[in-house]
């Protein structure tokens, strides 16, 4: 019998499609053996808890979109972001990788790339941010999705999108060929600048009508849009963060025809709504596309139940407090993005699998299963089994925490959930057979984390 890593032992041990308490051996960074006799190194004892692929979030922005003098930018790099997702169970990310300003997408994920391999703390992929749609960009296309990068992400939402949609869609359609999955930001530009307008001529300057400037209508028609183009092109679509019942409505039509259409909600758009926006500092909630009403918390809550929802994940951007409730910006211009890498895994957990939301083969599939296979990962991650990466999260179902954001490793230095009492949490990360992470202290060193290769996209 040879002597393995790391053996974890009399875990229930979960999966998409089942659970059982069997023994996980490790070796080399890899799960090498389920049940039997093993003998190793090092073990854990995981009795009465939970085994579960660690959770692949994917996405997230850890890298800066722009950089200038008196430009503001998010408060979590690599380092600091994958040290929250350690502590919080997710062991692989997706970061946006916007080119800047003279850039072409392949020089911004080559310097994204880099910045990554030097700071991260988990594995890691990045999606190339299409801006212009000019044939130069086009032709990176093929060229991206060949080495590893079968992801491209555009954004409904800026007002350059109109200007150039007929090239948006010649991407999606190089991106159906090329086995690249479009991600798309579903908020139309033109309605939400009128409705800033509308806001503003009525002398409206309260961050309680941040939700005015973005409406459920303007997420509705641009994700309506985002489905002809899948319709159209053929290319499997991916739509970020969506929010409202309205919108996972039309991907329901869109989907029962069969499109490859997917649908991303947010762990904020499950767990809060609109009123949030009537405290005095509402405006920490801001995010994009804002809190909806609590029928559409039930109805997004719905669709992860019946498979609507393909995954959860965080758009982690956080700003500190300070910045997030700067009094010269009106309700338009509120920054949007929080923190959440660190309490997604259990707060879905919490509020999902221990209150018979979901269930526990759900959760793993919506956290981990779905976006390995969706973004080419799958079964290097997203699953428990021999041959796999030993990327696991061992969650113990009785440990309970009161969540204050300021003793979290965010550099936000505040949670949205402050002060909620919270039943699940990570007893030990793992990543590639490496503990990494015990409780809320994280043992991990910059630049451990690792570029995951990805596949062209199989319809799962």
Not at 148 to 170: A, Q, T
Not at 246 to 272: F, K, M, N, Q, S
Not at 289 to 315: C, E, I, Y
Request: charged share 20%; proline share 7%.
């Amino acid at each position: 019998m040879v002597a393995m890593d790391l053996v974890i032992k009399n875990g229930t041990v979960a999966t998409g499609s089942g659970a059982a308490v069997i023994d996980v051996g490790i070796e080399d960074g890899q799960i090498t053996q389920l049940g039997g006799t093993m003998r190793a190194s090092q073990s854990i004892d995981a009795e009465g808890m939970f085994v579960l692929p660690g959770g692949v979030d994917p996405h997230v922005h850890l890298t800066p979109p722009r950089t200038g003098p008196g430009e503001n930018s998010w408060a979590d790099n690599f380092e600091i972001g994958t040290r929250a997702a350690l502590a919080g169970g997710v062991t692989t990310v997706g970061n946006m990788s916007f080119p800047r300003k003279g850039e072409s997408m392949s020089e911004g994920l080559q310097r994204d790339i880099e910045d990554a391999r030097t700071q991260s703390l988990a594995d890691f992929f990045h999606h190339p941010v299409l801006l212009d749609p000019d044939e130069k960009a086009l032709d990176e296309i093929p060229d991206l999705a060949a080495q590893g990068h079968p992801s491209v992400k555009i954004f409904l939402s800026f007002k350059r999108f109109d200007r150039n949609v007929e090239g948006f869609l010649k991407a999606m359609r190089i991106a159906a060929e090329v086995g690249s999955v479009m991600l798309l930001h579903c908020e139309d530009a033109a309605l939400m600048g009128c409705c800033g307008e509308l806001v503003r001529e009525a002398g409206l300057t309260s961050h309680r009508h941040y939700p005015e400037t973005r409406p459920v209508v303007a997420e509705r028609i641009a994700t309506e849009r985002a489905i002809g183009f899948c319709e159209i092109s053929g290319a499997a679509t991916y739509i970020v963060h969506l929010s409202s019942q309205e919108a996972l409505d039309v991907c329901r039509g869109g989907r029962a025809r069969g499109l490859p259409l997917y649908v991303e909600t947010r762990p904020i758009y499950l767990h809060l709504d609109r009123t949030r926006f009537d405290e005095p500092d509402g405006a920490k909630y801001a995010g994009a596309p804002p809190l909806r009403q609590k029928q559409d918390q039930a109805a997004l809550w719905a669709g992860v139940v019946d498979g609507a929802v393909s995954t959860v994940a965080t758009d982690h951007a956080p700003w500190t407090l300070e910045q997030k409730l700067d009094q010269s910006l009106g309700p338009a211009e509120l920054r949007q993005g929080m923190a959440e890498l660190e309490t997604s895994m259990p707060m879905l957990w919490a509020l999902g699998v221990a209150q018979k939301r979901i269930s526990l083969n759900r959760f793993v599939e919506v956290t981990s299963t779905n976006p390995a296979k969706l973004f080419g990962m799958y079964p290097q991650k997203g699953c428990i089994a021999p041959g796999s990466d030993a990327d696991l999260l061992i969650l113990d179902p009785h440990e309970t925490r009161t969540i204050d954001g300021s003793q979290m490793h965010s550099a936000a230095g505040y949670s949205p959930y402050d002060g909620w009492e919270i039943t699940g949490w990570p007893r030990f990360t793992i990543s590639r057979g490496e503990v990494v992470a015990e409780g809320a202290t994280v043992d991990a060193s910059p630049g451990r984390g690792l570029l995951v290769p990805r596949e062209p996209f199989e319809r799962p």
